[in-house]
């Protein structure tokens, strides 16, 4: 879900302030926590300093996503960036196997 609403999978994304990449990754992180040859553009290196970023926030706001989804994004408080991305990952990844679904179907048949 987060890739899906930062940059529409669009690798070479760049918001109007500068965020670059699928994570949209603000370059002054590469300054934080990297080194100045790493490419934001890059596709390990994006989701690397995207996951990293969002575990610091998760660690921060102490396990809470929505929060942690609104420092990431810069509108914390605010609640439509993380109720966008809960919403796409529920929409398009959030699955249940096969197996789990069926032994529901057959559960609620009882």
Partial sequence: GLIQVE??????????????????????WVKAIGNPE???????????YGALILRHYIDIERG?????LGRFNGSLGRPEYPNLVVGA???????????????RTT????
């Fill in 7 to 28: 940059s529409g999978f669009r690798k070479y994304a760049v918001s109007p302030v500068g965020a670059r990449g699928y994570t949209q990754v603000m370059p002054f």
């Fill in 107 to 110: 559960a609620s048949r009882s």
């Fill in 38 to 48: 790493h490419n934001l553009f890059q596709l390990r290196t994006n989701l690397r």
């Fill in 64 to 68: 809470d996503l929505y929060r942690a």
């Fill in 89 to 103: 990952w529920k929409r398009h990844w959030d699955y249940e196997p096969a197996a789990r679904s069926a032994n």
